[in-house]
């Protein structure tokens, strides 16, 4: 029996702003954005969706009746989560009117979690083939404004159905992990915005790819050329690109292009995007899914990393019929209907901020971007609504 992805969906909110039109007001040269760090848009989000209902929108486009009745878990995972107590995943089984007898969990490694909860949803079906799980990758990506990281900010949500008999991927069993204790990037309890090293950090990307891919070569006894595409976690698509040419002079000049031109197809929509933190990964894998040509049993290789750090490498094998169980058409209308902001406006509602002390606070409710949203806070309870 086979386990892996059946179902994935994704949502962000439909505003962003040109990386060209930053650079200019940032007295960058563009092609630094747009070559060197590999990006051409970024999602802006306002105070009206958070990780949750982010989450709710990306799995309201998969959900059906019967997946409702199957799903037997909630694996959510966020580095930006809305309570320091109280799962991410607790909301959203709420706002999907899902089952009251699930577990609801969320995960937390940087941007690894959302493949902890997938791998550990693949271990429960496999001892429970009759139900499936509801994996969450959600977050929202901040370094400030005028600052080193602003061009690697974004955010959304990937919600990914793992079952037993896969339409998607199947997840091959073997995969290689490594963890080490690294300040390479984090969050203090206190901080909106994030800390990183960003030069370090993606010293330890690659050097974290390298050692569990080779790792992954010798247990399996697979080669580079065994594998249709690799795909990335992409907090800027540049740092992908930097991590498959480490490898390509394992295979001749004709794979070596293969490969390059996968790359691309996986990097089309977090170009677009920016960067989603836990679910960058899984952005990358539909961007994939959607724009190969790819045929079933064709092999994906699938590099996650968290930075903190813990890496991870792993595959999975492409299933009959997959495109019939994927919609482009709904990722393609929505990238060409997205509205851009002025930076003006992105930064307006990037200084937007929750009230610190105990007042209530409404958010209208006019909003536009997607079925849930965020509608603030009564008796410092959040509270959540769909249109």
Known sequence: MSVGISKIGFFAPDEYISLAELAEQRGVEPGKYLIGIGQERQAVIPLSQDVVSMAANAAKTI???????????????????????????IYLQQLLHLNSNIRTVELK????????????AKDYVTLHPDKKVLVIGADIARYGLNTAGEVTQGGGAIAMIVSANPQILAIEDQTVHLSEDIMDFWRPLDRREAIVDGKYST????RFFQTVFEEYKTKTSLKLNDFGALVFHLPFTKMGLKALKLVLNQVDEENQ?????????????????????????????LSLLDNTKLSEGARIGLFSYGSGAEGEFYSGLLQKNYKNHLNIARM????EQRK???IAQYEEVFNQALPKG???????SNVKKGQ???AGLKDQKRIYRAK
């Open 332 to 335: 393609t209308e929505w990238l």
């Open 340 to 342: 851009k902001i002025s």
């Open 257 to 285: 292009e293969k490969l390059l031109s996968e790359f691309e197809n996986s990097r089309r929509y977090n170009r677009q995007v920016g960067n989603l933190y836990t679910g960058s990964l899984y952005l990358s894998l």
């Open 203 to 206: 010293e330890v990307y690659l």
């Open 372 to 374: 849930f949203y965020f």
């Open 63 to 89: 959900l059906d009746d019967e997946d409702r009745s199957s799903i037997d878990m909630i694996l959510f995972g966020t580095e930006t989560g809305v309570d320091n107590s109280k799962s991410a995943a």
């Open 358 to 364: 105990e007042e209530d606070f409404n958010i209208e």
């Open 109 to 120: 490694q940087a941007c690894y979690g959302a493949t902890a909860g997938l791998l550990l």
